[in-house]
């Protein structure tokens, strides 16, 4: 089988594509999240050498070029608004131009490493900047601020936050981002070692688990290879654990029982007709070969022809018992139901077989009260005259016939006195071909097929036949009918 096909393969590779995205996701938020934090780090630190910076340019002096003179305000602080806690330094009040933007040496000394500053004039030029500050950095914009005079711009591969004084004068700060990338690296290799290492037991715990779960699949399929094969003794044989492959195990189990039982039944019914048939159709052949060695006496001729025509009237009514079967088989009854009352058919029945009720000297005795019910009434009067012949070839008499009815059934029993019916034959007795006295079946003309006739009209009703028998006491059989 190709790994595409593979229900498997197909399962481990949703699964991986699943874990994969579920993973890529949770590392892409991961990274993200520490990169903002990484950034918030820097600019927090950019905003306290901004607040140091802000904070060492004087106040404003009266009569100085670019503004009013300085102004305190009425509580008491210097006359700059002072920044608030992790933001950047707001503009001094007032609407004066401050000095010079040139720092000292102590103020420098904050960006001698990494950091740089630089201030602006109001048309870009730069007023002061420290010596590691990059020689082409342009001012920023009014349009760069997020607040009315601060912002923070990525420029390259810089950070940098910026504050424009109310006079046009802008402060900048900044740093390269080199050592925060290298470490925002660091931790993407970490973390895709990490995911890929889960990713990793995921595939295998995930292949464990597939492998697992479709294990009884490969015995359902071994076991039906084998049954194709022949084998109809075959079966899954899985624990039923409750699971859906433990369940669809057992029903599959079940309906392999069912169609081994089915083959046996046919594969009986088959040689037993075979066998059935071949008796008569030996007489025939018997009797024509014999009948072509020469020339005998009429009566010979006519004893043989007579032969002939009982072994091919055995074959017809064993051809017709057959048909009658295969079409109980294929549901032909339930097709037909109409209301009857089995009192009534019972009546039919005793006057056709009456005949042979005389000929064998037996007394039927009726005992019929109503019993109306639904049914195909030709298949129920077959039921009936097969177990009142059955009764006259096989019983005592008299032969006592009754119906009742029940509030949910109808039933009809026969009743004979005779020899009864050994326990051993009871659980067969409605197999098709099955005989209890195989000598007096065959000397009574018997197909050993009607009981089974009778138990597949009623089965086919949703009713049911059953039969007593007590040895020197005679047997019964019940025919029950639903009403509904």
């Known amino acids: 089988m190709k790994p595409t096909r593979s229900l498997r393969w197909r399962?481990?590779?949703?699964?991986?594509?699943?874990?994969?995205?579920?993973?890529?996701?949770?590392?892409?938020?991961?990274?993200?999240?520490?990169?903002?934090?990484?950034?918030?780090?820097?600019?927090?630190?950019?905003?306290?050498?901004?607040?140091?910076?802000?904070?060492?340019?004087?106040?404003?002096?009266g009569g100085r070029?670019?503004?009013?003179?300085?102004?305190?305000?009425?509580?008491?602080?210097?006359?700059?608004?002072?920044?608030?806690?992790?933001?950047?330094?707001?503009?001094?009040r007032g609407g004066g131009r401050p000095?010079?933007?040139?720092?000292?040496?102590?103020?420098?000394?904050?960006?001698?490493?990494?950091?740089?500053?630089?201030?602006?004039?109001?048309?870009?030029?730069v007023l002061d900047r420290s010596d590691n500050s990059p020689a082409n950095l342009q001012p920023p914009s009014r349009g760069d601020a997020t607040t009315e005079a601060s912002g923070t711009r990525t420029v390259a591969n810089r950070r940098e936050r910026f504050m424009f004084m109310p006079q046009g004068e802008c402060l900048l700060v900044g740093c390269p981002l080199d050592a925060e990338q290298a470490s925002l690296r660091h931790y993407a290799l970490v973390l895709a070692g990490?995911?890929?290492?889960?990713?990793?037991?995921?595939?295998?715990?995930?292949?464990?688990?597939?492998?697992?779960?479709?294990?009884?699949?490969?015995?359902?399929?071994?076991?039906?290879?084998?049954?194709?094969?022949?084998?109809?003794?075959?079966?899954?044989?899985?624990?039923?654990?409750?699971?859906?492959?433990?369940?669809?195990?057992?029903?599959?189990?079940d309906t392999f029982g069912k169609l081994e039982a089915s083959f046996a039944r046919q594969a009986r019914f088959t040689s037993d007709a075979a066998h059935e048939l071949r008796t008569p159709l030996s007489v025939v052949i018997s009797q024509a070969q014999m009948a072509l060695r020469g020339e005998r006496e009429p009566a010979e001729y006519r004893e043989m022809f007579e032969a002939s025509l009982r072994g091919a009237k055995r074959m017809q009514s064993l051809t017709q018992a057959l048909l009658e079967l295969a079409r109980l088989d294929n549901g032909a009854v339930t097709a037909a139901r109409t209301p009857c009352d089995l009192a009534e058919l019972a009546e039919e029945a005793i006057s056709l077989v009456s005949g042979a009720a005389e000929e064998h000297g037996i007394t039927i005795v009726r005992d019929l009260s109503p019993a109306p019910c639904p049914a195909d009434s030709e298949s129920v009067l077959r039921v009936i005259v097969n177990l009142l012949n059955n009764a006259i070839a096989h019983g005592g008499s008299p032969v006592i016939i009754a119906t009742s009815a029940t509030a949910d059934a109808a039933i009809l029993?026969?009743?004979?006195?005779?020899?009864?019916?050994?326990?051993?034959?009871?659980?067969?007795?409605?197999?098709?071909?099955?005989?209890?006295?195989?000598?007096?079946?065959?000397?009574?003309?018997?197909?050993?097929?009607?009981?089974a006739i009778c138990k597949a009209i009623t089965d086919a009703h949703g009713g049911s036949l059953a039969v007593a028998s007590v040895i020197g006491d005679g047997t019964v059989f019940t025919v029950t009918l639903p009403v509904e």
């Open 65 to 92: 070029p670019g503004g009013p003179p300085p102004r305190r305000g009425e509580d008491g602080n210097d006359g700059y608004d002072r920044p608030p806690r992790g933001g950047p330094p707001p503009h001094r």
């Open 99 to 125: 000095p010079e933007l040139r720092f000292s040496d102590a103020e420098r000394a904050l960006f001698k490493d990494t950091h740089y500053f630089t201030t602006f004039n109001p048309e870009g030029r």
């Open 194 to 253: 990490i995911e890929s290492g889960i990713l990793l037991l995921g595939l295998a715990g995930g292949w464990w688990m597939t492998s697992r779960a479709l294990r009884p699949l490969a015995a359902i399929r071994a076991t039906a290879t084998d049954i194709s094969a022949g084998r109809l003794d075959r079966r899954i044989d899985l624990p039923r654990d409750g699971s859906e492959l433990g369940e669809l195990a057992a029903l599959l189990d």
């Open 413 to 451: 029993t026969v009743t004979d006195r005779g020899p009864g019916i050994p326990e051993k034959h009871l659980p067969h007795l409605f197999e098709r071909f099955y005989r209890a006295d195989e000598s007096r079946n065959r000397k009574t003309g018997g197909t050993g097929l009607g009981l």
């Open 11 to 61: 399962i481990q590779l949703w699964h991986g594509v699943f874990l994969a995205a579920v993973l890529a996701g949770l590392g892409f938020a991961a990274w993200q999240y520490e990169r903002q934090k990484g950034l918030q780090r820097i600019d927090d630190d950019l905003d306290r050498r901004l607040t140091v910076l802000f904070d060492s340019v004087p106040p404003r002096q």
